[in-house]
Structure formats: structure tokens, C-alpha cells
């Protein structure tokens, strides 16, 4: 009788720390209630309530968040502490769960989560917010399940340890700033995919990456700040913006288009000034008369130029001096008190 009177008397406390929502649910505000998750102790909730009209979250004393529910979270737009139930706590989360039902992943939900090293994502989740996950710095993979048909501009910006991430069926625009300064050393774009954004790649550690058919625009900046040796861009980009591919480090780059028509360019420094360019050879005088692609003349080969391509990327990127004006003509030698392009570079003689 004793040992019974002490489970009930320890099931009225846990109960007493508890409170009925209006849908039924349990909400816990104690971090003495052990919480099951699944059937298996997750530990103690010490932060709970609503992150949205019908969305809930729970934050466990290992520092694991619970998001759960059906709907949007509530941070979808401007940023809004207020928004935010666990900023206090978000230096200090390592794992975000978020469960089928949640349709929306709010904006501003998890930036500066600077310890965050996993987040799990459901099938049921359609749209990424506006810097989500911006400034994760510990963040190494993110699955994106193929429901998602937005992710947000800034959404992962700063994820400097994000290695891996899959871009999904529904999504057709990469926004600004998306991957910026993500560890991404290789990416293909996939045909879904029919924009670019500005800064979408900058900052990241890229070698390679292939652009596929069905892509229209590159922006402004897209791949500035990269490492890149080799670009493969398919037939149907249109537009490249002013240094989506400029040229700033001693690596060897080829890039090669495979549309019969010059995309348009918007800057004579869209394209790097040592890289090598190779175009299709039916199409290679178009290329050699095109605004700005002819001031890059010097640097165009055939598709299927044979002669042995290391060696011709190598005279072509080792001594060669590019003198631009600022207008976009080649000059022969800088003159005194002028502002010049140099191999892709701003230079004041």
C-alpha cells in the first residue's frame, strides 16, 4: 500500500506541472517531467509552448527541439523576436526534430544556432523561410525532402561546415544568398531549377559545378569567392549576371557553354579574364561578335578544339595580362591617372 501511495503521490506532482490546452493537448512547463518521444526518454522538457497557430515545440534538456503539429510556424516574413519562443536558448540547441504536419519552416527559425549539427526535415514541409538557417556554423547535412517547392533567400547563408545538401524536384529558383559561404566543393544545378540567384554560391570552396539544361539565368555574383576549375553550363541559360564567374585565385579554369547562341552578359567581367571558354564550333564566330564575349576573344576555343587541352589552359592562364578600360575596350598598355580591369581586377595607374 505504501509503495502505491508513493506512485500516485509522484504522478500528482508530474500531473500538477501540466496544463489542458484547448485542443486537448498536454502542454509541460517543468524540467522535473520526464518526456517520452516515440517510446524512447528524450529527457526533460525545460522550454515549451506554440510556434504557430497550430504548431507546438519542446525543448529537452539535452538541448534537442521537438517541432510538432500541422500548419505553418509563425515566423514566415519579417523578422520578429517575439517569433522566436527559444531565441534565449539558441546558442545552446544541438538538434532540431521537425514532424510530419508542419507545412512551413518559419523565417529566421534557427539563424545563429551556432552548435546546431542536424536537423530533420519531413515530407510534409513545403516551404523554407527567409535566413532559416542562416549563420549554422556547425551544420554538415541537411536532407530536403522533395515536397519543398521554396526555400528563401539567405536560408543557409554562413552554413560554413554544410558539405552535402540536395536541391529538390519542386524548386525552381534558387534564391540570394541561399548557400553563401556554404563547404560545397562540388554541386550540379538540376534541370528543375530555372534561376539563379545573386550570391546563391559566393564564398563557397567549389571546383566544379554543372549547370543542366533547363537552367535560364546565372546572377550577379553567383559564384564569386569560389575556386573553380571546371563549369559545364547548359543550353538554355539566357543570362549571366555581372561576375556570376570571375577569376581571382591561380587555378586553371575552363568553361564550357553548349548553347549555339552567346547568353547574354551583362559586364565584361561576367567571365573571368584567364579562364578558357569553350563554345561549339558551329557557333564560335556568333560567340567572337557578341557584346562583351568579344572582348574575351582571346580566351574562346571550339568545342572540340584537340590539340591537347591542359597545355592550351595553361599558356592561356599562366602569363597572359588582359588590359581592360572601364568601358570595356581592350587597350594595349594602362595610361597615368586612369582606372584599368586587369585580369579581372580593378587597378588605378
Known amino acids: 500500500m505504501n509503495k502505491l501511495l508513493g506512485i500516485l503521490s509522484v504522478l500528482v506532482c508530474a500531473t500538477s506541472m501540466s496544463y489542458a490546452q484547448a485542443d486537448g493537448s498536454v502542454a509541460f512547463q517543468s524540467s522535473d517531467v520526464e518526456m517520452t518521444?516515440?517510446?524512447?526518454?528524450?529527457?526533460?522538457?525545460?522550454?515549451?509552448?506554440?510556434c504557430g497557430a497550430n504548431v507546438k515545440y519542446e525543448l529537452y534538456d539535452d538541448y534537442t527541439l521537438r517541432i510538432y503539429g500541422n500548419g505553418e510556424m509563425w515566423m514566415?516574413?519579417?523578422?520578429?523576436?517575439?517569433?522566436?519562443p527559444w531565441i534565449s536558448e539558441k546558442k545552446n540547441i544541438k538538434s532540431v526534430v521537425i514532424e510530419d504536419g508542419v507545412t512551413c519552416i518559419g523565417a529566421d527559425s534557427f539563424y545563429g544556432c551556432c552548435v546546431l549539427t542536424e536537423v530533420s526535415i519531413p515530407n510534409s514541409v513545403k516551404s523554407i523561410g527567409y535566413e532559416a538557417f542562416r549563420d549554422c556554423y556547425a551544420l554538415t547535412k541537411v536532407t530536403i525532402p522533395n515536397s519543398v517547392n521554396h526555400i528563401g533567400d539567405v536560408a543557409f547563408d554562413g552554413c560554413c561546415s554544410l558539405a552535402e545538401v540536395n536541391i529538390p524536384n519542386g524548386i525552381t529558383s534558387i534564391g540570394n544568398h541561399v548557400f553563401n559561404g556554404?563547404?560545397?566543393?562540388?554541386?550540379?544545378?538540376?534541370?528543375?531549377?530555372k534561376c539563379i540567384g545573386k550570391y546563391a554560391f559566393s564564398g563557397c570552396p567549389l571546383t566544379k559545378v554543372n549547370i543542366s539544361n533547363g537552367v535560364t539565368s546565372i546572377g550577379d555574383y553567383a559564384f564569386d569567392g569560389t575556386y573553380l576549375e571546371y563549369v559545364k553550363i547548359g543550353k538554355d541559360v539566357t543570362e549571366i549576371g555581372d561576375i556570376a564567374f570571375p577569376q581571382y585565385h591561380d587555378e586553371d579554369l575552363v568553361i564550357e557553354f553548349t548553347s549555339e547562341t552567346p547568353a547574354t552578359l551583362y559586364n565584361v567581367e561576367s567571365l573571368g579574364f584567364l579562364c578558357t571558354i569553350?563554345?561549339?564550333?558551329?557557333?564560335?564566330e556568333t560567340y567572337l561578335n557578341a557584346t562583351f564575349w568579344k572582348d574575351h576573344a582571346d580566351q574562346i576555343l571550339p568545342k572540340n578544339y584537340t590539340s591537347g587541352i591542359s597545355s592550351v589552359v595553361f599558356e592561356q592562364?599562366?602569363?597572359?595580362?588582359?588590359?581592360?578600360?572601364?568601358?570595356?575596350?581592350?587597350?594595349?598598355?594602362?595610361?597615368?591617372?586612369?582606372?584599368?580591369?586587369?585580369?579581372?581586377k580593378k587597378v588605378m595607374k
Not at 518521444?37 to 506554440?50: E, R
Not at 556554404?182 to 531549377?193: A, G, K, M, R
Not at 569553350?278 to 564560335?284: D, M, R, S
Not at 588590359?323 to 594602362?334: F, T
Request: proline share 4%.
Open 37 to 50: 518521444w516515440n517510446g524512447a526518454a528524450k529527457g526533460n522538457v525545460i522550454k515549451s509552448g506554440s
Open 76 to 84: 514566415d516574413g519579417v523578422f520578429n523576436e517575439s517569433l522566436v
Open 317 to 344: 592562364s599562366a602569363k597572359k595580362t588582359a588590359i581592360y578600360d572601364l568601358q570595356g575596350r581592350k587597350v594595349a598598355e594602362m595610361q597615368p591617372n586612369g582606372i584599368y580591369i586587369v585580369n579581372g
Open 278 to 284: 569553350y563554345v561549339p564550333e558551329t557557333a564560335l
Open 182 to 193: 556554404c563547404d560545397f566543393t562540388e554541386i550540379t544545378i538540376p534541370s528543375n531549377v
